[in-house]
């Protein structure tokens, strides 16, 4: 099980650049899920999607955040125009929500550094 | 000028000994809580979940029990070991809601 797949796993890019973060869920899986964690800020769910279709965005800071999930194996979330202050480091969770269980599978992350 | 981030609270316990991470949550209407362990430069992992039906509930050297009424969760890990060393991190949802909000995180070190 290769579990979630993200890419790349670093970033640097310039101030005003677009930058598109790639998510491979788990096979199988129905839920998938955008965080980002900054040492200000903590963990911080920014979208989640169920069967392909977003669900909850209130987290996305801003217009320049979008997410898409064009099929069931595969999401991103593009930044245009990227900032100094979306440096982060970004998260893709998937989860198969079973009963009682909501355990979400973390990615590795994607470390993005904007100058 | 100076930065400010969140200062995440640390433990330090003796390998073998056992630990308790606590977690204040925010929400009263939360009736499902989740423990995530974060290791340096990797992902969170879910270590054990409990509903608020429940108030204890065990998984391999880990107890997480759960106090409602003082809205008050604790991470229990008996005999630590060098490979417990993360920060650790609650998370709260509704029931039902896949949505989950984490809370700052507790940095266990495990001294050898």
């Known amino acids: 099980d290769a579990g979630v797949i993200q890419s790349p796993r670093h970033e640097v890019t310039e101030m005003g650049q677009e930058v598109t973060l790639r998510c491979k869920p788990i096979s199988g899986h129905n839920s998938l899920f955008w965080y980002r964690q900054t040492m200000m800020r903590g963990l911080e769910l920014l979208i989640y999607?169920?069967?392909?279709?977003?669900?909850?965005d209130s987290g996305m800071p801003e217009d320049r955040f979008s997410a898409k999930m064009p099929n069931a194996s595969f999401s991103t979330l593009k930044i245009q125009p990227s900032e100094p202050r979306d440096s982060a480091v970004y998260f893709c969770a998937s989860s198969l929500r079973t009963g009682d269980s909501y355990e979400q599978y973390f990615g590795p992350g994607t470390r993005l550094t904007v100058t | 000028g100076e930065s400010v981030g969140l200062h995440l609270p640390t433990l330090s316990v003796q390998e073998g000994d056992n630990s308790i991470i606590n977690c204040a949550y925010s929400n009263s209407a939360s009736d499902y809580f989740i423990w995530y362990k974060q290791e340096s430069g990797k992902g969170p992992q879910f270590i054990i979940d409990?509903?608020?039906?429940?108030d204890k509930r065990q998984g391999q050297r880990v107890t997480v029990l759960l106090n409602k009424t003082v809205k008050h969760l604790s991470l229990q890990i008996a005999a630590t070991q060098p490979g417990d060393s993360a920060v650790y991190f609650c998370a709260e949802a509704l029931f039902g809601n896949e949505k989950l909000t984490f809370g700052t995180g507790t940095r266990l070190t495990i001294i050898p």
């Open positions: 409990i509903r608020s039906n429940m």
């Open positions: 999607f169920n069967n392909n279709v977003p669900i909850d």
